[in-house]
């Protein structure tokens, strides 16, 4: 609580501090229009009476939003007129939305306390979208009245379940909502103390909680009872402690995101034919261990599993990206499955992993023989090439050699010491999109030795021949023919 024996001098002194440091945050916009959360607290009342004291100066158009979670009855009820009723004397419009929490908290299986955040994440979502939709996105924000003790409360109860230097961040002052507004927060550097004492200078009268002074949650544990015992036996700053660790962990978590973001940029795919997110691992391996996690994360974000990841499943799909098997896998929540193929790490729905693979119907017999010895029979379905000449560049890798269908980076020599994309060949070929995915290929790495005859081909030659790359062509001087067989698979 506020000190009452402080002088009313003091009291305004703060009072006026607390709309210097919401004006000089920053992060409030001139000219913004601003989605206000309020539930008519002391925490939102502080935030939307600092907004409306600049909205002149500063040209903010300011729209309050209460939501009724029906969690407290009558109570509920009476919250909700009294939020109307502090907006109209601001000459401000409060909307309101109302939603059966327990409920939504029933038809999901989770806490009461988790519904509302979300029901109120994208309640604000949805207004600032209808706001959007006549003045455009970019100048919309969500205002959130979170403050410097919520920043040091959640700080210690992410401590205390366990987390990394993203939860060790805290809570932002600015971040991008799930529609893509910035959701912003005035007051995260202002202490509990000084938004009661802005409410006294100012004469406001907010509407309380009572079950925020009931020890019945962990959030409310940790306020009423171990926050004030830490200070009493410990750290009488250790509120101001777990807010300059919050900052220090946001710096790192910052650097290493931007790295771990730049990373994903460049090797992170799309598989439109199997709803599919690909991820080159070819030098995922060599980063550093923090970086593969959170590019681990990302991957696990972009395919709408974050909510339901943890620290021993991010764990495993490193094992995934380290391990020397080739086509590992591993289930994951919401019907996902990650499975490595070579050098990539594929996200993809179960029912896309469990589709017939084409090259399943077939195996290789790669051989190397004696020129003298290379005599195929009529009708084989195969491949010749200069093996001395393949075995330089790829060294003993003949084992190597992979029957697949195509993947991004494929390339076929021709002529000249050039190459083509395998994009560009079966668009050369006239092949059409949905079948680009069932034509096979013989490859090493992304460098394509065969693309085997196919139907599809608008070539009579290639339709009954495929085409070879011309890298390692036999000729008059060629002693050892690297022989590849396609063969019917044996299962």
């Known amino acids: ?201 100012n004469k406001l009268r907010p509407n309380i909680d009572e079950s925020n002074a009931v020890a019945d949650v962990t959030r409310n544990k940790i306020r009423l009872k171990l926050l004030p015992y830490i200070e009493k036996n410990y750290n009488p700053n250790i509120k101001q402690a777990l807010r300059r660790y919050a900052e220090i962990a946001a710096i790192d978590d910052s650097f290493m995101e931007d790295v771990a973001l730049g990373f994903c940029a460049e090797n992170m795919d799309f598989d439109t034919v199997r709803d599919a997110l690909v991820l080159d691992i070819t030098e995922l391996a060599g980063q550093h261990v923090a970086i593969c996690r959170r590019v681990i994360v990302n991957c696990l974000k972009a395919v709408g599993i974050m909510e339901a990841s943890s620290y021993d499943l991010v764990l495993t799909l490193l094992n995934l990206v380290y391990t020397s098997n080739p086509s590992a896998s591993l289930d994951l929540p919401g019907g996902m499955i990650a499975q490595r193929e070579y050098d990539n790490l594929v996200f993809m729905p179960k029912s896309a992993a469990e589709e017939k693979n084409p090259a399943d119907d077939f195996r290789l017999m790669p051989q190397v023989l004696m020129r003298k010895d290379f005599n195929p029979a009529e009708g084989d379905i195969y491949a010749a090439f200069d093996f001395d000449a393949f075995n330089e560049v790829h060294p003993g890798q003949v084992g190597n050699l992979c029957l697949r269908t195509r993947r991004e980076g494929d390339f076929i020599p021709i002529k000249d010491g050039k190459s083509k994309k395998l994009q560009d060949f079966f668009v050369d070929e006239k092949i059409v999109q949905s079948e680009r995915d069932k034509i096979l290929v013989v490859a090493i790495g992304s460098e394509i030795l065969w693309i085997v005859p196919n139907a599809q081909m608008s070539s009579a030659r290639h339709r009954e021949n495929g085409r070879f790359s011309q890298k390692y062509q036999i000729s008059d001087t060629t002693e050892r023919v690297l022989f590849i067989e396609l063969l019917e698979s044996l299962w």
């Open 1 to 201: 609580m506020a000190d009452t024996k402080r002088s009313a001098e003091e009291n305004n002194r703060i009072a006026a501090s607390v709309l210097d440091r919401v004006q000089g945050s920053g992060i409030v916009s001139e000219g913004a229009v601003i989605v206000v959360g309020f539930s008519g607290g002391p925490d939102s009342l502080c935030l939307l009476h600092t907004l409306n004291e600049l909205a002149d100066s500063m040209s903010l158009t300011l729209v309050p939003v209460h939501v009724n979670h029906h969690l407290r009855g009558e109570k509920a009820d009476e919250e909700q007129a009294r939020a109307i009723e502090i907006c109209e004397k601001m000459d401000l419009d409060c909307l309101v939305y109302e939603i059966d929490c327990q409920e939504m908290a029933d038809e999901l299986g989770i806490s009461t306390e988790e519904a509302g955040r979300m029901a109120r994440y994208q309640i604000f979502d949805d207004a600032a979208a209808q706001l959007a939709d006549h003045i455009g996105p970019e100048n919309v924000f969500i205002a959130l009245a979170h403050n410097a003790d919520d920043q040091s409360e959640t700080v210690l109860m992410r401590l205390m379940r366990g987390t990394g230097v993203h939860g060790l961040a805290g809570i932002s002052a600015v971040r991008q909502s799930d529609a893509g507004f910035l959701i912003i927060r005035p007051l995260i550097d202002v202490t509990r103390d000084d938004i009661e004492t802005y409410i006294k200078v």
